[in-house]
């Protein structure tokens, strides 16, 4: 049996009564972060901007947007669910990989969802979720070159998104099969808007929740698809990734879930490696808020693939030009933290990235790389050491392997739960307030009702105009 047969085969059988109790109670910590992090990130500028074009464009109205009132063809309403799930770069990656899965899962279920509706119910959404985080990290791992080595962003999660939203929309066998073999005429993912400072970071993970959600109603009405899609001659592994370690995919598929030691969670609304050092430089100074006239300088050591995603190049990183430059700065994330005593949405505005305190400070920290990082099996997110040298005298330093929200140094879910309620206060959305421990119970499922997903829909869109 083929590697693509396999997959088909693993989503056909799935159940919820199937999926091992851990990786059920982490999917639903995962679901937690992901839903407060989109209702954050649906009100970001750049997505306003993009959706005010999508909504301008129309169309039939099959599906709502998270955090809109707007009704949309339901690949249009995917597309703007993933770019607001990922532009605040808030959402949860897999350590080390540096995939983001919840964000290529979610986003195509919730337009799934809304062209289903009744039909389905917390067991189901789930069941397709998890499928989606198990394969987005099955498929990352099996690759030989990192995306910071490759400048490949991941082109494979379109395939994991397609297999859950195939799952949630009834496809079966065949059909199925072929949805994922569609979703491949349109993988994508690139690292230069990383580089560049671009709002198209988020943007890419748009098109795949809408190619996802194309692939799986294209192959319903029997459009078909390469089904040799991952280790044809020309498929995903032999086109773009060759030299991967394929065999390793189909291990355990259907017993062991990747999302039970796979997904990582942020504290901190920044590129995954600026979590850890914002978190050892907080740690270092307990808390003491510090100005540019007390330090020094710091230095910073990291591995080469940390220095070149947020080090480098230094001018730009200590005055970024761009909010998603601020997001992709280690001397940005690391100088707001020290001067404000903390990180949040708020710091990444046109206005905050530009406030002449955090800029001072950020200009005395040097970063450059270190051995003995090198040598860390977490690549990008690896050990960071951090010396900050004040201007009395002290010196602070330290260093972190795990960052806070890595299996082995996880966030709680009290922690998680309260990430989500700074998340939902911000987005400044009262459907959304008003209920927001009922959304985290409609996740928990503590009482196993097992609600339909239309409880939770009316929670996260805005009510329609009257």
Request: with cysteine; proline share 5%.
């Amino acid at each position: 049996m083929s590697l693509e047969s396999d997959l088909t085969q693993y989503c056909d059988r799935l159940t919820f009564s199937r999926i091992d109790p851990a990786a059920i109670a982490l999917a639903k910590h995962s679901l937690i972060d992901i839903i407060g992090v989109s209702l954050a990130g649906s009100r970001d500028a750049e997505v306003e901007l993009l959706a005010n074009v999508i909504e301008h464009w129309g169309g039939r109205p099959e599906a709502r947007v998270i955090g809109r009132a707007s009704r949309l063809p339901a690949p249009s309403a995917a597309l703007l669910n993933g770019a607001a799930a990922r532009s605040l770069d808030f959402d949860d990656v897999a350590d080390p990989l540096g995939t983001h899965p919840s964000v290529a899962i979610f986003p195509p279920l919730l337009a799934i969802a809304e062209l289903r509706g009744n039909a389905i119910d917390h067991q189901a959404f789930l069941t397709a979720y998890i499928a989606g985080l198990d394969l987005s990290i099955r498929l990352s791992r099996a690759r030989r070159e990192t995306l910071l080595e490759s400048g490949r962003y991941d082109l494979c999660k379109v395939i994991a998104a397609t297999a859950a939203a195939g799952i949630l929309y009834g496809l079966k066998g065949e059909q199925l099969h072929h949805a994922m073999g569609i979703a491949y005429t349109s993988a994508l993912g690139e690292t230069q808007c990383m580089i560049d400072g671009a709002p198209t970071v988020f943007y890419q993970q748009g098109l795949v929740a809408a190619n996802a959600v194309r692939a799986v109603v294209l192959a319903s009405r029997g459009f078909t698809g390469a089904k040799d899609y991952l280790t044809g001659r020309w498929g995903y592994y032999s086109a773009f990734e060759p030299g991967s370690a394929i065999e390793t995919i189909s291990d355990g598929l259907g017993e062991v879930f990747a999302n039970v030691d796979g997904v990582a969670f942020k504290p901190f609304p920044t590129c995954r490696p600026n979590t850890s050092a914002v978190a050892l430089a907080l740690e270092l100074t307990k808390g003491e808020r510090l100005s540019a006239a007390q330090i020094e300088r710091i230095d910073i050591q990291t591995n080469q693939q940390i220095h070149d995603l947020v080090c480098a190049p230094i001018a730009r990183k200590q005055a970024p030009e761009s909010v998603v430059d601020a997001r992709f700065s280690m001397a940005y994330n690391v100088a707001t933290a020290l001067a404000t005593g903390d990180i949040f949405i708020d710091d990444f505005t046109e206005a905050a990235i530009r406030r002449p305190d955090i800029l001072a400070l950020s200009r005395k920290i040097h970063p450059r790389t270190d051995p003995d990082c090198e040598r860390s099996e977490l690549g990008t997110h690896g050990k960071i050491k951090i010396a900050i040298r004040l201007t009395d005298g002290r010196i602070e330093e330290g260093e972190v392997s795990y960052a806070k929200g890595n299996p082995k140094n996880p966030m709680s879910l009290d922690e998680l739960v309260a990430k989500f309620d700074k998340c939902v206060a911000y987005a400044q959305l009262p459907y959304a307030s008003q209920h927001r421990a009922a959304i985290v119970e409609w996740v928990l499922d503590r009482s196993n009702r097992n609600p339909s997903y239309a409880n939770l829909a009316e929670r996260l869109h805005a009510p329609a105009a009257q």
